[in-house]
């Protein structure tokens, strides 16, 4: 089974809105993305809107012919959007208005009421509700006992290990996603992924999609977006065989 590639264009939106105009445009990228062999796009509309804005998701979800995931978090404004549009996948992740990127996973053990309403609701409207938190066996199965179809784990602190400590998470994140599968959850993984460090992941079997944003955006400044997301989708093959 191949690895689905989904590339996170928020980041060609945070250039775009440095400077107010509509240059350059995320949509855009998105499509060239697919062009360049990405099986999905991923977008986070934040609260604060600093990446995508609400015009761009209603501009996404007309021109993609691939699955559009939105991360959101999950608050009623989000829901009303996101019910509005009903994208293929739905990624409800933790949001904190100071943070610099998404922080941590979601504590889907401590939030299982309000969790569920959300994933009942996106269900209902036919999204594929996944839930962006840590390989930790506890937050899994609270993902599947409220009916998420999909896990996302959040590879933020394997990206960020040196190591020793490199293996042990690679370790944690494969057990995790064992367990997840074994549960009936599909299983995705994302954040701080590279090309240097893509491959461990890649490479465990239960992983069915990648989600990865930044790396890709900055080695585009050097490569070029077709290029960039070639070498990944390469890399991610290679790790795979
Ligand atoms: N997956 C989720 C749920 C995220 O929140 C993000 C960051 O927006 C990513 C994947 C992509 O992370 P990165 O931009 O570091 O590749």
Do not use: W
Not at 33 to 62: K, P, S
Not at 137 to 153: D, F, S, T
Not at 221 to 226: E, S, Y
């Amino acid at each position: 089974m191949t690895v689905r590639l989904g590339v996170n264009i928020d980041h060609v939106a945070t250039i775009r809105n440095a400077r107010g105009g509509d240059h350059p445009d995320p949509v855009l990228a998105a499509v060239a993305a697919v062009a360049a062999g990405a099986d999905g796009i991923t977008a986070h509309l934040r609260e604060d809107r600093r990446h995508i804005r609400d015009d761009d998701l209603q501009r996404l979800m007309t021109a993609l012919m691939v699955p559009l995931n939105l991360e959101m978090a999950a608050t009623e404004e989000m829901l009303s959007i996101a019910l509005a549009h009903a994208p293929h996948a739905v990624c409800i992740v933790p949001e904190k208005r100071a943070e610099r990127t998404t922080e941590g996973g979601l504590d889907v053990v401590g939030n299982q009421p309000g969790l569920r309403y959300f994933v009942e609701r996106l269900t209902t409207r036919g999204c594929r509700v996944s839930l962006f938190i840590e390989p930790d066996p506890e937050q899994i199965a609270a993902a599947a006992a409220i009916g998420a179809a999909v896990i996302e784990l959040h590879t933020g602190r394997y990206a960020h290990l040196a190591g020793g400590d490199v293996a042990a998470e690679v370790a944690r994140l494969a057990a995790g996603a064992v367990r997840a599968a074994a549960l009936g959850l599909e299983v995705h993984a994302g954040h701080g992924l590279t090309l240097a460090n893509v491959g461990p992941i890649a490479a465990i079997p239960e992983v069915a999609e990648l989600n990865i944003g930044h790396f890709l955006i900055g080695e585009a400044v050097f490569t070029g977006l077709a290029s960039a997301i070639g070498a990944m989708r390469a890399a991610i093959d290679a790790a795979r065989q």
